[in-house]
Nanobody, 116 residues
Framework: QVQLVESGGGLVQPGGSLRLSCAAS????????MGWYRQAPGKQRELVAR???????NYVDSVKGRFTISRDNAKNTVALQMNSLKPEDTAVYYC??????????WGQGTQVTVSS
């Protein structure tokens, strides 16, 4: 089992920044990639950014150049730095830990609201 605990959500004005963090504990050796997904009301959950154990990253097109995902393997944490936030970034953000075999693990979610 892997436990994921997220922090850092909140309310921010358009153009502002937020940093999300996710701490993993438990059987972390089974994880090969960690990432952030988001789900806005009435929409499907989508991948925002992902980083593999080797440091490879990928982002959804809508956040490229604004969001940066990073990982601290020593601390078993993954962070999402979100800059130039837009109202359309408003969603519940979920930390995800993917395994090569078996279902992924999910955090409980943290709300990000971008509004003036």
């Amino acid at each position: 089992q892997v436990q994921l605990v997220e922090s850092g959500g909140g309310l921010v004005q358009p153009g502002g920044s937020l940093r999300l963090s996710c701490a993993a504990s438990g059987s972390i050796s089974s994880i090969y990639a960690m990432g952030w997904y988001r789900q806005a009301p009435g929409k499907q959950r989508e991948l925002v950014a992902r980083i593999t154990n080797g440091g490879g990253t990928n982002y959804v097109d809508s956040v490229k150049g604004r969001f940066t995902i990073s990982r601290d393997n020593a601390k078993n944490t993954v962070a999402l730095q979100m800059n130039s936030l837009k109202p359309e970034d408003t969603a519940v953000y979920y930390c995800n830990a993917a395994r090569l075999v078996g279902a992924a693990y999910w955090g409980q979610g943290t709300q990000v609201t971008v509004s003036s």
